[in-house]
């Protein structure tokens, strides 16, 4: 378990031993934080058939902490953990507990009929224990019909059920979902802490989660020092069209890692230290133009994040088109 998510786990445990868990919560932060780490964490805890035993026999909580949590020196703070071995444990590990239901989508969103599955299965009566939980992961992609069935489910919970929803996009969910949930906003460390968390070293204060795999993937390294030399030459020298062009459709991280290159140009050239990109002629893009070119990429991200189908190749197509006009603005601003 990641460590930043301790504290998390402490408040967690501390509702789960007390009787106060919220019967619907949002697990959200950005990709990577561990979100769906700590949800299916929680559900174990919850399931978990001896932990349950215990926390229920023993009226002493202290000595029950004790014995779940032996080397934990502050009761108070002790992380509860699922045995692992009880029946509840062994199933829900296989995935097929029956009083669980992980709402899985093969597709880019989850439809309507998905969670009609899971209004109808906190309908039933539990198999084994007395508890229901469900579990929905990248609750942001939710069609508006899904969300808004959804929404039912949320208003009438029943007293041992529990919903979790995880998201890295939480801006994406429909405000009515958010506002019928316990919002859980897990934030990872940045900067010399986070590469401290990965063994890593470096003083880039801006480096996020979002670049682990630039940062622990000496392959991952590689291509992306290249794709900034290529970013470089095409903003400055109009070059490497369709490399850039070819990343942006092929490669997963590719408009990622642009967002990114054109963010550490803006702080180059407000002055910012950055470690990227230290060497580059940036004085030839003025401010307005990689604002320009900065809105443009966010434009195109948002549109990825929130079309279903939609056109790569059109869309990275049209976004090189629209930078390149940026770029002749300054051109002619130039020569006039
Ligand atoms: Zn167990």
């Known amino acids: 378990m990641k460590t930043w998510l301790l504290a998390m786990q402490q408040q967690l445990s501390r509702q789960v031993r007390d009787n106060k868990l919220p019967h619907a919560l949002l ?3 950005v990709d990577g934080a561990g979100q769906e780490e700590i949800a299916q964490w929680l559900i174990n805890v919850l399931l978990c058939q001896r932990l349950k ?26 992380v509860l953990q699922p045995c692992g071995i009880c029946k509840t444990c ?18 880019k969103n989850i439809g309507v009929e998905l969670i009609r599955d899971l209004s109808h299965f906190f309908e039933k009566t ?55 949930c316990h919002e859980f906003e897990i934030r990872p460390p940045v900067g010399k802490e986070l590469l401290a968390e990965f063994n890593q070293q470096g003083d880039d204060a801006f480096v996020n989660l979002s670049h682990l795999s630039e940062l622990s993937d000496a392959e991952s390294a590689v291509a992306f020092a290249a794709f900034r030399d290529m970013v470089n030459k095409y903003l400055f020298a109009h070059q490497h069209r369709a490399d850039i062009l070819a990343i942006l459709v ?3 991280a590719g408009y990622r890692w642009l967002e ?9 050239q407000s002055g910012w230290p950055t470690v990227a990109s230290n060497n580059e002629p940036t004085d030839s893009i003025n401010k307005h133009q990689l604002w320009d070119i900065y809105n443009l990429v966010q434009v195109a991200n948002g549109k990825l994040k929130t079309i279903v189908q939609v ?12 930078i390149k006009v940026v770029l002749q603005n300054n051109e002619q601003t130039v020569e006039e």
């Not at 899904?146 to 429909?174: H, R, V, Y």
């Not at 056109?311 to 629209?322: H, I, P, T």
């Open 53 to 78: 035993e215990h926390v229920d026999k023993t009226l002493n909580k202290a000595s029950v902490l004790e014995e779940i949590n032996a080397d934990s020196a502050q009761l108070v703070d002790a």
């Open 27 to 29: 697990f959200s932060g």
């Open 311 to 322: 056109n790569k190749q059109f869309l990275s197509e049209q976004l090189l088109a629209d």
């Open 126 to 180: 539990a198999h084994i224990g007395d508890m229901k939980t469900a579990l929905v992961n990248q609750a942001d992609t939710m069609t508006v019909s899904a969300a808004n069935a959804l929404l039912k489910t949320l208003e009438e919970p029943t007293e041992n059920s529990f919903i979790i929803l995880t998201t890295d996009s939480s801006d994406l969910l429909l405000p009515t979902i958010i506002s019928r």
């Open 90 to 107: 062994k199933l829900f590990a296989n995935n097929s507990y029956p009083d669980h239901l992980t709402i899985v989508s093969d597709k």
């Open 250 to 252: 092929e490669h997963q």
């Open 260 to 268: 990114k290159i054109i963010v550490d140009m803006m702080r180059h």
